[in-house]
């Protein structure tokens, strides 16, 4: 694996070895060795164009715990408010010498291509393009499903390293959402089975084609499917204005028929765990009883998100271990 740019180029066992090589990472947290010297002397650079709380956090706090040297690059109040291109922005960062570009894009398919366009010769991770893709997301949240549901203890007592056989809900703005797009091929990819939630207006064209269920209501699919966890979607209001789009349904209509609350909540079976990949809509796409309800495992996705992307730079950097056995020990 060069780059991370798409879930869907994941294979099962680079899946399953990403979330393997997560749970060590996890481990050396937990037993308080905050640092690992593994990429010592390299350098990820975070390219944000877009605004991120989490993933840029995450991705700066996964690189530190590796050693990594780290350059946190946003286009407000840089030289792209000048007109630079993404080509002169890459060559610059490239010149100060990139072992990893961490991209964030407002347009889809541009970490496709710095990946192809030399402009930087390290590794390229996709954080998030347009409508397009997610990976890192779709990997937390694949890594919090099997913590919470596969294994000795959960509703699927597997060997504990798919997914096979849970049934995931993603309910809510599909047709803006990259998070769904990068989770329902990597769910699918791990055996899962995925319905998508939607009013009609926010399910994208060409959805049939998508290895999914379709559903217009939520009610059905929570008394009939009875998921395991339910993922909430932020509704994505600002790219439905840019688009020239109004808001239909309308924000009330919205939450009546696929908001998650008190009511729902209590529908669900009684082990399933309640997603949402952040930043919250509170009161249109999830209630606060919901977010904050014990079910509900948002703020535990975004701890996993640093061990998920430590184990992304690392199989990227230091070459990675073609069995997870390989991962080096840390040194405290
Ligand atoms: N989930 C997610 O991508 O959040 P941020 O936009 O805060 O990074």
Redesign the pocket.
Same mark, same amino acid.
């Given at each position: 694996m060069k780059h991370l740019l798409s879930a869907g180029d994941l294979t099962r066992d680079e899946a399953v070895l990403i979330l393997d090589t997560a749970g060590q990472m996890a481990a050396t947290q937990a037993r308080e060795i905050k640092k690992l010297p593994t990429l010592r002397g390299r350098t990820v650079v975070n390219l944000f164009f877009e605004?991120?709380? +989490?993933? +840029?956090i995450s991705f700066e706090t996964a690189a530190k715990r590796l050693s990594a040297d780290v350059i946190n690059f946003s286009a407000k109040g840089s030289s792209v408010s000048k007109g630079e291109s993404l080509k002169d922005t890459a060559l610059t960062l490239q010149a100060m010498g990139a072992d990893a570009v961490v991209i964030r894009h407002q347009a889809s398919g541009a970490p496709q291509t710095l990946a192809a366009s030399g402009w930087t010769h390290g590794a390229v991770v996709n954080a998030?393009d347009g409508t397009h893709q997610?990976p890192t997301?779709a990997l937390l949240d694949a890594y919090t499903l099997r913590r919470h549901l596969v294994g000795a203890g959960g509703t699927r007592d597997t060997t504990g390293r798919d997914l096979d056989g849970l049934h995931v809900a993603i309910v809510g703005d599909v047709l803006h959402s990259r998070?769904a797009r990068s989770n329902v091929q990597l769910l699918h990819t791990l055996g899962a089975q995925v319905t998508l939630v939607a009013p009609p207006t926010l399910v994208p064209v060409g959805v049939e084609a998508w290895p999914c269920d379709v559903s217009y209501r939520l009610d059905d699919v929570i008394a009939d499917g009875k998921p395991d966890a339910v993922m909430m979607l932020r509704v994505q209001r600002e790219r439905m204005s840019s688009a020239g789009g109004g808001f239909f349904p309308s924000p009330l209509e919205y939450t009546r028929g696929y908001g998650l609350d008190a009511r729902r909540l209590e529908a669900l079976p009684e082990h399933a765990i309640v997603l949402h990949?952040?930043?919250m809509n509170r009161g249109l796409e999830i209630s606060a009883d919901a977010a904050d309800s014990p079910r509900a495992v948002i703020v535990e996705q975004v701890a996993n998100g640093v061990a998920v992307r430590m184990a992304v730079l690392y199989l990227l950097l230091a070459g990675g271990p073609t069995t997870p056995a390989a991962t080096p020990q840390p040194t405290s």
């Open positions: 605004d991120s709380t +989490r993933t +840029r998030g997610h997301q998070v990949p952040g930043p």
